[in-house]
Each structure stands twice: as C-alpha cells, then as structure tokens.
T-cell receptor
Framework: KNEVEQSPQNLTAQEGEFITINCSYS?????LHWLQQHPGGGIVSLFM???GKKKHGRLIATINIQEKHSSLHITASHPRDSAVYICAVRSGNQFYFGTGTSLTVIP | GAGVSQSPSNKVTEKGKDVELRCDPISGHTALYWYRQRLGQGLEFLIYFQGNSAPDKSGLPSDRFSAERTGESVSTLTIQRTQQEDSAVYLC????????????FGSGTRLTVV
C-alpha cells in the first residue's frame, strides 16, 4: 500500500469547471505539498500545508490532519491548468509522493 | 528493484568537497528527473533526462552541478566544490513518457554541507 494515495488518476474537464483532486496519506507528517508538473519535467510547488487552508489565485488547498486528507481545488479551470498534480508528504526525513493526477482542461 | 533507488540516503560533506549522488530508476523508465528541496522550501527542478540525453538543463543552479546518465539507466548528479547552500534533499524520479500511471520517486539523498 502506498503511503500517499491520490484520486482521480486522470481527469478531463471543460474550461471553466470546478476541479477537485484528493489526497489521502497514512503516515504522520510535518507538511504536505501540492506540486504541479508540466510536460518537460519542471515541477512547481503550489502549496505547502501543515494545517487549515491556503489560497493562491484560483487554487485552493485544504488539509484535515485528523482525517489525513487533503484536497486541491481549481476554480474556473483553464487549459493552461493542464498538468500533472502531485501530492507529497514529508514524514521525518522521508518524502512520500502520490503518483499524480493527470489533468486535461479542454477549451 | 521495484522502485527508484537513490544512494546514499544521507551524506555529510565538508564545504569545498565534491559529492556524487546516484539514482537507479525503474527498469524501462526512459525519463528521469532530478529535483532538490531545501529546508522549508518547495521542490526545485534540476534536470531531466530522456534516455541518455538531457534536453533541459536550465534548472541546474550553477556550473558546479552536472549530471549524466548512461545506458538509459543509472544517473549520477555531481556537485563540485560544495557550498552550505547546497544542503538539501535531492530527489530522483522516473516514468515512462506518455504513461498515465504517474511518476515514481526515490526516497531522496539528504545532503548536508558543513
């Protein structure tokens, strides 16, 4: 069993739709990261969370420590949001990563 | 092995020394990525290999950093004349391009420059 599980694995949405990506983890963590990876490999760290909720523009990330669950929401999705979104947790000196959610936003 | 293996898992080195970090990707994964994460910061992309070639070296932070890959397999990341600012966790990931089953990451090498 993976320490970090993401769902869905793949997601296709129409431009403008509200999108939710979920992440559950099974280890104790010091922080949870949401990452965005575009074709070519570059990763952008979108959020680092240890509690509560953060918002950057159209992106919102929430975490529930008790339930060991986090969600990434994208409001008013746009084709440029198409990427792989990765949930990652830091537990002690280890990093555990989800396998990613591949998002395609269609114009 | 079944996963991406990185070695060493921890490395403490003196400032000015050279270090070499190794990544063994999953067999058959043609794409390989190096990232690093400094304490309290997000992941930084360093370099990406497609096969044995690196089409994007823009993430390497300075000319002290270099990476190579041979046989579409093992990759080494070399840091020359290490500085304290190089202290970070260095992560390697591999995937098969076009695969929809995501990326597999190694557990990282924690580099501490003292």
């Amino acid at each position: 069993k993976n320490e970090v599980e993401q769902s869905p694995q793949n997601l296709t949405a129409q431009e403008g739709e509200f999108i939710t990506i979920n992440c559950s983890y099974s280890v104790g963590i010091s922080a949870l990261h949401w990452l965005q990876q575009h074709p070519g490999g570059g990763i952008v760290s979108l959020f680092m969370l240890s509690s509560g909720k953060k918002k950057h523009g159209r992106l919102i990330a929430t975490i529930n420590i008790q339930e060991k669950h986090s969600s990434l929401h994208i409001t008013a999705s746009h084709p440029r949001d198409s990427a792989v979104y990765i949930c990652a947790v830091r537990s002690g000196n280890q990093f555990y990563f989800g396998t990613g959610t591949s998002l395609t936003v269609i114009p | 092995g079944a996963g991406v293996s990185q070695s060493p898992s921890n490395k403490v080195t003196e400032k000015g020394k050279d270090v070499e970090l190794r990544c063994d990707p999953i067999s058959g994964h043609t794409a390989l990525y190096w990232y690093r994460q400094r304490l309290g910061q997000g992941l930084e992309f360093l370099i990406y290999f497609q096969g044995n070639s690196a089409p994007d070296k823009s993430g390497l932070p300075s000319d002290r950093f270099s990476a190579e890959r041979t046989g579409e397999s093992v990759s080494t990341l070399t840091i020359q004349r290490t500085q304290q600012e190089d202290s970070a966790v260095y992560l390697c990931a591999s995937r098969t391009p076009g695969a929809l089953d995501g990326y597999t990451f190694g557990s990282g090498t924690r580099l501490t420059v003292v």
